[in-house]
């Protein structure tokens, strides 16, 4: 995978999905970051070459389930997969992103096996 987007609006956690991205051995050349949906947008402007994100539910300015609704505007599921990182109990919040076009989600907290489960699809 070239490049990853990581929206979460805790940086801590946004470290820690990197950190278990490379325990999962799923080889990222270039990882962008981002603190809300705004920024992940912005982010996918000056970086069309994101290959995959990895997305929040909750975060102030834009939830993840706005940013989706957002960027499935002008890409497609297979053009750009979005998996979802939610905390456990936001079941509901996960459906409605994947009803906007997510292509998957992982829970919090996660893996190196269960992200490299969620990812598998999309990374080879
Ligand atoms: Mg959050």
Request: glycine residues 8%; aromatic residues 4%.
């Given at each position: 995978m070239n490049k990853v987007l990581i929206v979460d609006d805790s940086s801590t956690m946004r470290k820690i999905i990197q950190r278990v991205l490379r325990q999962a051995d799923i080889a990222v050349d270039n990882v962008i970051e981002a603190a809300n949906g705004?920024?992940?947008l912005a982010a996918l402007e000056s970086n069309p070459d994101i290959g995959l994100v990895l997305s929040d539910v909750n975060m102030p300015e834009m939830n993840g389930i706005?940013?989706?609704r957002?960027?499935?505007t002008t890409r497609t599921k297979e053009a750009l997969p979005v998996i979802m990182v939610t905390t456990e109990g936001g079941g509901e919040m996960v459906n409605t992103a994947m009803e906007l076009g997510?292509?998957?989600y992982v829970c919090k907290p996660f893996t190196p096996e269960s992200i490299r489960s969620a990812l598998e699809p999309f990374v080879s």
């Amino acid at each position: 995978m070239n490049k990853v987007l990581i929206v979460d609006d805790s940086s801590t956690m946004r470290k820690i999905i990197q950190r278990v991205l490379r325990q999962a051995d799923i080889a990222v050349d270039n990882v962008i970051e981002a603190a809300n949906g705004v920024e992940g947008l912005a982010a996918l402007e000056s970086n069309p070459d994101i290959g995959l994100v990895l997305s929040d539910v909750n975060m102030p300015e834009m939830n993840g389930i706005d940013f989706v609704r957002n960027l499935r505007t002008t890409r497609t599921k297979e053009a750009l997969p979005v998996i979802m990182v939610t905390t456990e109990g936001g079941g509901e919040m996960v459906n409605t992103a994947m009803e906007l076009g997510a292509n998957g989600y992982v829970c919090k907290p996660f893996t190196p096996e269960s992200i490299r489960s969620a990812l598998e699809p999309f990374v080879s």
